[in-house]
């Protein structure tokens, strides 16, 4: 208890002092996962909508394979994406296996179907007089989903959130893609795997105390946005 | 300024159980009432007229001055002439304001008109004191009035209303039919409206339209079809035997 409590105080003590690996780590986290959930959004708001518009019977067809890219394990996503990028893959000229944006691909990979799969859900769940209603008052097709975006603006958002909360945390991907190099492809995940395994838990927990603390404040912002969804 | 709306047998089939099989011809400058019993195809018919849902057959010819459109389903501009105001109002999570200026945004209308007609739309149903609420907050009957007055704001040639009233208070109800009646009194508007409720179709329409099982069964004058009507089906939902 003594050791856990120790070891606490001083991954405290490496947050305070603003330890220079550890805010290097930290920055890199949030600029890898940042980046894919911004490109994730677009791609995954813009799947949504496409698929909302949709007509054709392949639609039926695309929900389903949606809903199950939900849940890809990144291990597997990583694997995926390390074979493209390796030397002997069809991307393997680019060069991008072991760097940063590696990790960007692999993340956004596993953020847009959950971007998607969430904003499609609420598009769908919204009330579907809103489009009619959009239509009636002479909305173009176009206006008319946009005005479905709009109402369910807050719970577009929220999956913006989720997919943040998803990618953050994960390590299997952004190991194997990025390789864990120290000062160039680790982040928080990789780095508390691999201080965890050397037994040098302060810095490890240094970083899981940032990584609770940045899934509460996505949690909050989720929260938030649910319920001003719902009071709307 | 949309003259004439034309429906030739129009098909629309649902299931086995129900089809709207009908043909209808409605003037600019006059108010017509769609009357019959529950399920009988009145919405599904005020859909089809106002362009939002295409019929299996048939077909829909708009005539304004100048020309003829033949199924002008796909015809935003011609669209934008024509406003279905639901049975159930559905309002946006934004101001009462807001709502009343969506339909003139779209059309790109610039800010200050847009402001003025929705100020006036407003004035319309007595909601000008709302501007700045937010829809969702509104009573259902204050909602039903915001959707009339969205639909005052655009101006259209044609107005079609689906059961406008129900559920509805006495002070609701008459604000509404006195927007109707403003609407009509400028002379040149084509408006229809789906009611179940005699006295209104008697207090604001000039021609009856009565439909059962899809199809219509009788056309008159309002005077007519109330004093004298040609079916015994019409008689019997004037007596309150069909619902």
Partial sequence: MGFLIESTLKAVGIITSLDREFISIVLLSLRVSGTAVIIASAAGILLAVGIYQMQSPVKRLLIPLLNTSMGLPPVVVGLFIYLLLSRSGPLGSLNLLYTPTAMIIAQCVLATPIIAGIAHASMISADPEIRFTALCLGASELHATIRVITETRYSILSS????????????????????????????????????????????????????????????????????????? | MIKEIIAKD??????????????????????????????????????????????????????????????????????????????????????????????????????????????????????????????????????????????????PDVLMLDEPTVNLDPENTGIIEQAIMSLHEKGDRLILFVTHNLFQARKLADKVFFIHNGRIIEQNSKEKFFSSPETELARRFLRGEIY
Avoid at chain 1, 208 to 231: D, E, H, T, W
Avoid at chain 2, 50 to 67: A, F, H, N, V, W
């Fill in chain 1, 160 to 232: 913006v959130v989720a997919g943040l909360g998803r990618v953050i945390a994960e390590v299997g991907a952004v190991l194997i893609v990025g390789g864990n190099i120290a000062g160039y492809t680790r982040v928080m995940t990789t780095a508390i795997a691999l201080e965890a395994d050397r037994g040098d838990f302060i810095l490890a927990i240094a970083l899981g105390m940032i990584l609770l603390l940045l899934s509460l404040c996505i949690n909050a912002v989720l929260y938030i946005f649910q319920k001003r969804g719902a009071i709307d």
């Fill in chain 2, 10 to 155: 129009i098909v629309r089939t649902f299931n086995s159980r129900f089809s709207l099989h009908c043909s209808i011809h409605l003037e600019s400058g006059q108010t017509h009432a769609l009357l019959g019993p529950n399920g009988s195809g009145k919405s599904t018919l005020l859909r089809t007229l106002s362009l939002l849902e295409r019929p299996q057959q048939g077909e829909i010819i708009y005539r304004d001055e100048k020309e003829s459109y033949l199924n002008p389903f796909s015809d935003l501009a011609l669209r934008r002439r024509v406003t279905l105001v639901n049975t159930r109002p559905v309002v946006f999570r934004e101001s009462v304001l807001k709502n009343v200026t969506y339909g003139l945004r779209i059309r790109g209308i610039g800010r200050k008109e847009c402001m003025e007609r929705a100020m006036e739309a407003l004035r319309s149903v007595r909601l000008e004191d709302h501007k700045n609420q937010p829809a969702p907050l509104l009573s259902s009957g204050e909602k039903q009035r915001l959707s009339l007055a969205r639909a005052i704001a655009i101006d």
